[in-house]
C-alpha cells in the first residue's frame, strides 16, 4: 500500500486558543509545520484562570513555529470576555486576511465536589470553556460565512460525556460545547462551515494530577492532535460529531435514542402506572439511532409512532397533473385555520411534469405564484408521480417524508401548517 497523500494547510488561516502549552501548543505546532498560518492565542494565567496574564507562553509558541519556518502571530486576549473573542480574531484578519480554522481550546480548572461548588468557580469554568468558545466562534464564524470555508473544533471531554466527581462545573460546560456544536453544524452547512469536537485524554497542567502517573506518562498531546488536524482539513467532510481521542486511540461518541413505545391511543394521557408498567420497553435501546437535529426526533419518530396508531385519511383530489394542484391551491386555502400565520412554502416538484411554485400565506390571505421565492419559509422538494400520490391520498405525508420521497428544508416545523390550511 502506498504513502498517502501529505494533508497540508497551506493558504489557510488557523487560530488556536489556549496554544501556550499542551494541546495547544501541539496542535499550533503542527499547524505551522504543515503551512498554515497561525494565531497563537494564550491568556498566561494560571491552571484555575487567575492571575494578570502574561505573554511568555504565547510568545514561546510564535518563535517556535517560526523557527519551523512557520508563520504566526501571538494574542494575549481572554476568551472569557467577548472584546476578548473580537480581539483574537480581529488579530487574525488584521495579520492574515481571514480565519478558515479555529480550535477553541482554552480551559481552566476549578474542582471542587458540589456543596463547595461556589457561584464563583461555577461560572468562572463555564466563562472560559462555554462562553469563551461562544465569544471566539461568533465574530469567527461571520468571516468564515463570507468566505464561504470554515472549520471549527469545540473541545468537550469525557468529564462532559460521561461524568466525574467532582467536576460539575466543568463537565456541565464541556457538555455545553457539544449542544453548541450541534447547532453550528446546521448553520454552517449552507456556507462550508464544519463544526466538530474532540474529547481529548492527553497530559497537560489540567490533567497532570488527576490522572495516574503511569497513564499520565503515555498520554502525550502529540496524540491528540492528528484528529483535529484531520477534522480541520479540506480532505474531512465531517461536520457535528464528537470524538474521543488519547494514546493512539480514537474512536466515535453519540448520543443515542431508542426506538420507545406510544402509550394509549393519543386521545388520553397516559397514568403514573401506565409509564411504569411499559418501563422496560421506554428503557430498552435496542434498534437505538442517532439524530442529526430535532426535526429529525420530532418528525421522523415522534409524529410517525403516532400516525401507526390510526389509519391515515385517504382523501385527495383526483389530481392528474401537478399543475392543476397549484391552479386549485388559493381555493383550497382555510383562512380560519391559518391563525394569522406568515410563512412561504416552496415547492420543488421534480421530473417531468414538475416546476417550482410558492404559496405566500399572510394576512389570512393565500398567493400561490411559479418561479422560485426569494426567501422561503420552508421549502418542499418531491418527484411529481410521488406528489400527485400524497396530494391523492394514496400516501400520507409522514410516510412520503419518512421514506425520503418528501424532503423538507428550512423550518421544517412549519410544514405542519399544511394538512390545516389547505383542504381540496
Known amino acids: 500500500m ?3 497523500k501529505e494533508i497540508r494547510f497551506d493558504g489557510r488561516v488557523a487560530i488556536v486558543t489556549g496554544a501556550g502549552g499542551g494541546l495547544g501548543r501541539v496542535y499550533a505546532l503542527e499547524f505551522g509545520r504543515r503551512g498554515a498560518k497561525v494565531v497563537v492565542n494564550d491568556f498566561g494565567g494560571a491552571r484555575d484562570g487567575s492571575g494578570e496574564g502574561a505573554a511568555g507562553p504565547a510568545d514561546k509558541v510564535v518563535d517556535e513555529i517560526k523557527a519551523l519556518g ?3 502571530v501571538a494574542n494575549y486576549a481572554n476568551v472569557a470576555t467577548p472584546d476578548g473573542g473580537e480581539s483574537i480574531v480581529k488579530s ?3 495579520a492574515f486576511g481571514k480565519v478558515d480554522i479555529l480550535v477553541n481550546n482554552a480551559g481552566i480548572l476549578r474542582d471542587k465536589g458540589i456543596l463547595k461548588m461556589e457561584p464563583e468557580n461555577w461560572q468562572a469554568v463555564l466563562d472560559v470553556h462555554l462562553n469563551g468558545a461562544y465569544h471566539v466562534t461568533r465574530p469567527a464564524f461571520s468571516v468564515m460565512r463570507d468566505n464561504g470555508y470554515g472549520r471549527i473544533i469545540m473541545t468537550t471531554s469525557a468529564a462532559g460525556l460521561y461524568g466525574n466527581f467532582g467536576q460539575s462545573n466543568y463537565s456541565s460546560a464541556k457538555l455545553g460545547l457539544v449542544g453548541f456544536m ?3 453544524k446546521l448553520e454552517g ?3 462550508n462551515i464544519k463544526v466538530n469536537t474532540v474529547a481529548p485524554i492527553a497530559a497537560s497542567r489540567l490533567t497532570e494530577d488527576i490522572l495516574p502517573p503511569d497513564l499520565l506518562a503515555k498520554m502525550n498531546p502529540a496524540y491528540v492532535a492528528p484528529i483535529v488536524l484531520y ?7 465531517e461536520t457535528g460529531r464528537i470524538y474521543n481521542c ?9 448520543m443515542m435514542t431508542s426506538p420507545g413505545i406510544v402509550i394509549g391511543d393519543g386521545k388520553k394521557v397516559p397514568s403514573v402506572e401506565d409509564v411504569s408498567v411499559n418501563w422496560a420497553k421506554i428503557m430498552d435501546l435496542k434498534g437505538a439511532k442517532e439524530y442529526g437535529q430535532l426535526n429529525d426526533l420530532v418528525l421522523q419518530d415522534l409524529l410517525s409512532a403516532l400516525e401507526g396508531k390510526k389509519e391515515p385519511a385517504q382523501t385527495g383530489g383526483g389530481f392528474t397533473a401537478v399543475k392543476e394542484v397549484f391552479e386549485k391551491m ?3 386555502f382555510q383562512a380560519g385555520a391559518a391563525g394569522g400565520a406568515a410563512v412561504v412554502f416552496q415547492y420543488c416538484i421534480l421530473g417531468d411534469g414538475g416546476g417550482d411554485w410558492s404559496a405566500d400565506i399572510k394576512d389570512g390571505t393565500c398567493a400561490v405564484v411559479p418561479g422560485v421565492h426569494a426567501s422561503p419559509t420552508c421549502t418542499l422538494k418531491i418527484q411529481a408521480g410521488d406528489f400527485l400520490d400524497l396530494m391523492n391520498g394514496k400516501v400520507n405525508a409522514m410516510k412520503a417524508y419518512t421514506s425520503g420521497k418528501l424532503k423538507i428544508e428550512g423550518d421544517i416545523m412549519k410544514s405542519q401548517l399544511l394538512e390545516k390550511i389547505f383542504k381540496f
Open 92 to 94: 487574525a484578519v488584521d
Open 330 to 332: 388559493p381555493g383550497a
Open 70 to 72: 512557520g508563520e504566526a
Open 231 to 237: 477534522l480541520c482539513s479540506e480532505e474531512c467532510n
Open 189 to 191: 452547512v449552507k456556507y
Open 182 to 184: 450541534n447547532t453550528l
Open 246 to 254: 488519547g494514546a493512539g486511540f480514537y474512536n466515535r461518541a453519540a
Open 2 to 4: 502506498g504513502a498517502s
